[in-house]
Nanobody
Framework: QVQLVESGGGLVQPGGSLRLTCAAT????????MGWYRQAPGKERELVAT???????TYADSVKGRFTISRDNAKNTVYLQMNSLKPEDTAVYYC??????????????WGQGTQVTAAP
């Protein structure tokens, strides 16, 4: 079984910055692409950014140039640096990955979510 533990959310003024961290723990054999999604009240969950194990990244158009995703493969950890935050970035942010545990099971795993609020 693989667990994802997120941290780093909070309240920040518009224009400010936050850094989210997501660590994969448990019986991990391998971790594939890792990503961040977000869900605002009354809206569907949407992709924010992804990164492969080789470091290839993709971003939603709404965050390009402001957010940076990175990962530390040795630590099974993914980060999301968020700069120039806007009120419309306010949402619960979720970490996601597809991993294989030592029993050979492949699973699509989600973190518990962390609240990010950009408001005066």
């Amino acid at each position: 079984q693989v667990q994802l533990v997120e941290s780093g959310g909070g309240l920040v003024q518009p224009g400010g910055s936050l850094r989210l961290t997501c660590a994969a723990t448990g019986s991990i054999f391998s971790i594939g692409s890792m990503g961040w999604y977000r869900q605002a009240p009354g809206k569907e969950r949407e992709l924010v950014a992804t990164i492969t194990s080789g470091g290839t990244t993709t971003y939603a158009d709404s965050v390009k140039g402001r957010f940076t995703i990175s990962r530390d493969n040795a630590k099974n950890t993914v980060y999301l640096q968020m700069n120039s935050l806007k009120p419309e970035d306010t949402a619960v942010y979720y970490c996601n990955t597809v991993g294989v545990d030592y029993s050979g099971r492949i699973g699509n795993y989600w973190g518990q979510g962390t609240q990010v609020t950009a408001a005066p």
